[in-house]
């Protein structure tokens, strides 16, 4: 290879490199609002907020035509529209009791994520695949994971955060299966709390 060749491939070589590690930006924060909580997320690319006041729901797109053609086609079932992440203000943690009634001593993790799945209608006959400690903006918390105890599927998964008095949760829909799985993770690593008060949040 002669000097001439050399440099071609090697500038050819540096250009390939250098568009292996250009990456797609990342779409914007979006901030939300959950009863006391104001949160920015980075939100999956075409993923709808829904806000019912005390919770808000983050549900994937409808399929598209070609996406139901090919579904139709291949006579399968898909879960990928279902897919869908909720967020919640549990109230105040002192609360955080069976009778709902305040407590003496504010509830500690993990009896307070214990008590948050069962608000949660979590079905205790599940099996616990982990449990965790968890820390988002500073504020500490436990993150669970749970399957079908019987044939280990439909995992989801569950952040408990204490925020400011409150509890916070992130919890991910069964029903979505793994696209509720991916818009839970893209949740949870995004997850910052902000100041509450002054303007109203913003929804992309």
């Known amino acids: 290879m002669n000097i001439g060749s050399a440099v ?3 500038a050819a070589l540096a250009a390939a490199v250098g568009a292996c590690k250009r990456q797609e930006p990342l779409p914007p924060l979006s901030e939300i609002s959950v009863g006391n ?8 690319p075409g993923w709808k907020v829904f806000d019912y006041g005390q919770h808000v729901l983050v549900k994937a797109p409808p399929l598209t035509d070609a996406e139901q053609r090919a579904i139709d086609y291949s ?6 529209s279902l897919g869908a992440v909720r967020l919640h203000d549990m109230g105040p943690v002192n609360r955080m009791t069976v009778t709902g009634r305040l407590a003496e001593t504010t509830p500690a993790f993990p009896e ?8 949660l209608d979590h079905d205790q006959r599940r099996y616990i695949e982990y449990r965790k400690w968890a820390s988002v903006s500073g504020r500490e918390g436990e993150e669970v994971g749970t399957w079908q ?10 952040l408990f955060i204490a925020n400011d008095g409150n509890l916070f949760a992130v919890s991910s829909e ?3 299966g793994d696209e509720s799985l991916e818009g839970y ?6 997850l910052q709390f902000l100041p509450t008060g002054g303007a109203d949040a913003v929804r992309r």
């Open 75 to 80: 006579g399968k079932l898909s879960s990928k």
């Open 149 to 158: 105890r019987q044939i280990h599927t439909a995992p989801r998964r569950f």
């Open 174 to 176: 069964s029903l979505g």
């Open 37 to 44: 909580h104001r949160v920015a997320v980075r939100l999956p």
């Open 8 to 10: 071609v491939f090697a």
């Open 112 to 119: 307070l994520a214990d008590r948050a799945l069962q608000l």
């Open 185 to 190: 993770a893209a949740i949870r690593s995004s």
